[in-house]
């Protein structure tokens, strides 16, 4: 039997984890636009 806590947090993670990909997804898109920012930086 999963803990109460255990049973809501994975309810919670199934019903945001569309909005959790999104986040993933922009903070990914964020550091990689960093990184190319910086890579340039360098090269010129």
Known sequence: MIPLKEQDFLAAVESNSEAVLLM???????????IALRLG???I
């Not at 993933?24 to 960093?34: C, E, I, N, P």
């Open 24 to 34: 993933s997804h922009a903070s990914t898109a964020a550091a990689l636009r960093t």
């Open 41 to 43: 930086e360098e090269t």
